[in-house]
């Protein structure tokens, strides 16, 4: 807040009238000032630099000059200037003084008043002596300040501070030797107890007053600093963005002279705002900084190694073999006859709701095959087994021909890019029919060979054994052709086909190495998963300590469970890899809340319509990850626009006794898949009354959950039509009201029903039947060709001719 100036005080500042002030601002400004109006800034810089010029001397001697004249005019002027010398004197002599000298001056004075007072005895003539002493003094010191002023020679201004003795005085100042004997005896009283206080800043205080430095200001220190950073340039890193606050922390600058340098520039960003490399890089040129761009490393690149591996390092590889196909038509069988053993039998409803792996010796040469599942179900899990295989085997059944999940399948190992062969399969069954087959296929862009194209189709039958060699020296010739290659000596990397969480052992995995070796003790990290390799085991349950390309293992040793299709890789830093897999959590966390919580104005009326719609809350537990996968998706799937599955929760391993918590306070279901609810749980679900579904064949869950939510659906009602009445006569009766004399012309009319008065075609009201009667009884219908008396309940503008058309809202659950 700036301090009010008026013009009667500046004119008392620069001692000059107040007419002279107040012409000044007419003059300049326009305006007419009054001795007690306040001045703003650019009214006081004029007034100022208008005396500053007029009073403007050439050179020092004519300002000395005017001084002596000033003091010559107190003679002439008698005792009116005799006041405002003598203060100029004092000021003067004050200003030739140390400050330091006349504080110290003031105290010792002081102090000796303060003895005088206490030695002198009352009564003495010295008191009044004293007393008459200071103004004798005052009046010899106005004298000697004027006569110096009057004098008009440097002398006087030189000396003014002299001291003046009056020796007519014959008064003895005793009161400074009593304080030096007293000092004195002081000094030999004190022992060598007593701690001498030692003044550490005499000196130094001293030192400063002789040299004090002038006090730099910011414009002098900016040009300071801008003159040192062109002469010697600084080297600044900057990563592809950055935010200011921190762009001004490495070019050594303050964010202010940043954010002047943007706004230059066109861009206004505060400190915490971000700018680009290229935005970044011309501000630190305006610094005279010479800019690197900084090379971000994350966590990946510095313990995964994606480094090509040359020519000469690369070594023959097994090839990947994927079993694909619609559902029930052998793939399983086809691979049983393979590995001579026997799969399917063991599955539920024999059909395969997991992936496996084996390896099969095939003259002398091993191949590595993966089966997956044929139920559409399972088409996540299908195309995880189709990215992570060199070759894919169609089998299509030669009695059903192409299906749905066959396309499906088609469709995937042509996104995968890889090789296929199809398997013809069941030639043995009567009427089958493989040119059928192959003609399917041509739709699909599968030609065969034998047609001029180049996707072999082989006529098997996994029962007999058919077929069988052909297809697996096909399955070599195209790995041959492919020259399928990798490098056993690096760190294994590979995909996960599939996991489980092992009551007594923890999460196992079965990873199959795609690159690389994989040793027993390994540090691994699977998407959100870490862990050491405790034991490896291959498909025959043997425990084996390294894993070649293209050879699928069992693992346990990870904190768990991660899910089917995940990249696998070995690293050497095991607090690196948990940071890593700690960032990995953090960011899926993240998604899946942005994912349910933000709202945009895209999707904000269907958040809205989501508040009406109902819930079908689940918890879905299996045994294996790619089977909770499939049962989630699956149920998901089967959401209309009014009920919609909610899967809360979904985990591997038995049914515990915090599924049955969760499903209590969320009011969900629990859907088992191949697992079973412990006893603390099954006690807890029971108290609870939380309802748990145990199954083994998926289509069972499917059904049983679309049938719960047919219940959930809201009822439908449907309009049935009861009859159709006449109007024929009004009457008019006070303790009633209006009565309809009406002849029922089809149907019946009951009494409570609903009534839509039509007149001309036109509904005029809808009301309800409130009494029937016939005659002087009320009666609860009335059928087809009789006379009735109706009441409404409301509507009583009722006209001859108008047809009552009585009806009902039945409920009734859709299909």
């Known amino acids: 807040m700036m301090i009010k100036y008026r013009v009667h005080e500046v004119a008392k500042d620069l001692n000059v009238p107040n007419k002279d002030v107040i012409d000044v601002l007419q003059k300049y400004t326009g305006e007419t000032k009054k001795h007690m109006t306040a001045l703003n800034e650019d009214e006081l810089d004029l007034?100022?630099?208008?005396?500053?010029?007029?009073?403007?001397?050439?050179?020092?001697?004519?300002?000395?000059?005017?001084?002596?004249?000033?003091?010559?005019?107190?003679?002439?002027?008698?005792?009116?200037?005799?006041?405002?010398?003598?203060?100029?004197?004092?000021?003067?002599?004050?200003?030739?003084?140390?400050?330091?000298?006349?504080?110290?001056?003031?105290?010792?004075?002081?102090?000796?008043?303060?003895?005088?007072?206490?030695?002198?005895?009352?009564?003495?003539?010295?008191?009044?002596?004293?007393?008459?002493?200071?103004?004798?003094?005052?009046?010899?010191?106005?004298?000697?300040?004027?006569?110096?002023i009057g004098l008009g020679n440097d002398n006087a201004s030189r000396h003014s501070h002299e001291r003046i003795v009056d020796t007519r005085s014959h008064d003895v100042e005793l009161d400074k030797y009593n304080e030096k004997y007293d000092r004195l005896a002081n000094e030999k009283v004190k022992t060598d107890n007593v701690v001498h206080k030692q003044?550490?800043?005499?000196?130094?205080?001293?030192?400063?007053?002789?040299?004090r430095p002038k006090r730099e200001t910011e414009a002098e220190r900016l040009r300071r600093i801008a003159a040192e950073r062109k002469a010697k340039p600084i080297t600044v890193q900057i990563p592809e963005s950055i935010t200011v606050g921190e762009l001004a922390l490495r070019l050594k600058a303050t964010v202010a002279e940043v954010i002047k340098k943007l706004m230059q520039n066109g861009v206004f960003a505060s400190i915490n705002d971000?700018?680009?490399?290229?935005?970044?890089?011309?501000?630190?040129?305006?610094?005279?900084?010479?800019?690197?761009?900084?090379?971000?490393?994350?966590?990946?690149?510095?313990?995964?190694?994606?480094?090509?591996?040359?020519?000469?390092?690369?070594?023959?590889?097994?090839?990947?073999?994927?079993?694909?196909?619609?559902?029930?038509?052998?793939?399983?069988?086809?691979?049983?006859?393979?590995?001579?053993?026997?799969?399917?039998?063991?599955?539920?409803?024999?059909?395969?709701?997991?992936?496996?792996?084996?390896?099969?010796?095939?003259?002398?040469?091993?191949?590595?095959?993966?089966?997956?599942?044929?139920?559409?179900?399972?088409?996540?899990?299908?195309?995880?087994?189709?990215?992570?295989?060199?070759?894919?085997?169609?089998v299509v059944a030669a009695d059903d021909g192409v299906m749905p999940q066959t396309i499906e399948a088609i469709h995937h190992a042509k996104a995968a890019k890889v090789n296929i062969i199809v398997a013809v399969n069941k030639i043995d069954k009567p009427g089958a029919n493989p040119q059928m087959v192959m003609e399917q296929l041509t739709k699909y862009g599968i030609v065969p060979e034998e047609w001029g194209g180049n996707v072999p189709c082989i006529p098997v039958s996994a029962k007999t054994g058919t077929g069988l060699n052909d297809l697996l020296e096909m399955i070599l010739l195209v790995a041959d052709m492919k020259e399928l290659k990798a490098n056993p000596n690096?760190?294994?990397?590979?995909?996960?086909?599939?996991?489980?969480?092992?009551?007594?052992?923890?999460?196992?995995?079965?990873?199959?190495?795609?690159?690389?070796?994989?040793h027993q003790g390994d540090i691994v990290v699977a998407g959100t998963s870490v862990g050491r390799v405790r034991a490896m085991t291959n498909e025959s349950g043997r425990e084996i300590t390294s894993a070649k390309p293209s050879v699928p293992v069992e693992v346990t040793g990870l904190d768990s469970v991660p899910a089917g299709g995940d990249t696998f890789n070995a690293v050497s830093d095991e607090r690196l890899a948990r940071e890593l897999v700690e960032q990995r959590r953090t960011a899926k966390k993240e998604e899946k809340f942005n994912a349910r919580t933000k709202v945009t104005l895209d999707n904000l009326f269907e958040q809205m319509q989501l508040g009406d719609m109902k819930e079908l809350q689940l918890i879905v537990k299996a045994d294996v990850q790619g089977s909770v996968e499939a049962v989630t998706q699956s149920l998901e799937k089967i959401s209309n626009d009014e009920v919609r599955v909610n899967v809360i929760h979904g985990a591997v391993g038995a049914i515990s006794e915090s599924d049955v918590m969760l499903a209590a306070a969320s009011n969900a279901i629990i859907v088992g898949f191949n697992v079973r609810p412990d006893p603390v749980a099954e006690e807890n679900a029971k108290r609870d009354g939380v309802d748990i579904r145990l199954y083994r064949v998926i289509y069972d869950c499917i059904q049983e959950i679309e049938s719960a939510m047919k219940g959930m659906l809201d009822p439908k009602y449907r309009e049935v039509q009861l009859g159709r009445a006449e109007c024929r006569e009004t009457y008019k009766i006070s303790s009633v009201g209006l009565v309809i004399g009406a002849h029922v012309v089809s149907g019946k009319i009951t009494r409570g029903a609903s009534a839509r008065v039509v007149r001309d075609g036109i509904v005029v009201a809808d009301d309800t039947i409130a009494s029937l009667r016939r005659f002087k009884d009320d009666v609860k219908e009335v059928v087809e060709g009789y006379d009735c008396g109706i009441c409404l309940e409301k509507f009583s503008d009722i006209k001859i001719g108008d047809i009552l058309e009585a009806y009902t809202m039945e409920a009734y659950q859709p299909e």
Do not use: C
């Open 47 to 148: 007034v100022f630099e208008t005396f500053t010029q007029k009073n403007n001397k050439k050179d020092l001697n004519d300002y000395f000059a005017q001084r002596e004249e000033r003091a010559v005019t107190v003679s002439e002027e008698g005792s009116a200037k005799e006041i405002p010398l003598k203060e100029a004197a004092k000021k003067q002599e004050n200003n030739g003084r140390r400050p330091g000298r006349n504080a110290r001056g003031a105290q010792n004075q002081n102090q000796n008043q303060n003895r005088n007072q206490n030695n002198r005895q009352p009564g003495k003539p010295q008191q009044k002596g004293a007393a008459a002493k200071p103004k004798k003094d005052s009046i010899r010191q106005k004298a000697t300040i004027i006569g110096h």
């Open 199 to 211: 003044k550490l800043n005499q000196k130094s205080a001293r030192y400063r007053r002789g040299r």
């Open 274 to 394: 971000e700018i680009d490399f290229d935005t970044a890089s011309l501000v630190a040129m305006e610094f005279h900084a010479k800019v690197e761009k900084e090379v971000e490393v994350t966590i990946e690149e510095q313990i995964i190694d994606d480094s090509e591996d040359k020519e000469e390092d690369l070594e023959t590889r097994a090839p990947v073999v994927v079993v694909m196909g619609h559902v029930d038509h052998g793939k399983t069988s086809l691979l049983d006859a393979i590995r001579h053993t026997n799969v399917t039998s063991s599955e539920a409803g024999g059909i395969t709701q997991h992936i496996g792996a084996y390896q099969v010796k095939v003259n002398d040469r091993m191949v590595t095959f993966l089966d997956t599942p044929g139920h559409e179900a399972f088409t996540t899990m299908r195309a995880r087994g189709a990215m992570a295989t060199d070759i894919a085997v169609l």
């Open 490 to 518: 690096r760190p294994a990397k590979g995909v996960i086909i599939e996991a489980r969480l092992d009551k007594g052992r923890g999460p196992i995995a079965t990873m199959l190495v795609q690159n690389g070796t994989l």
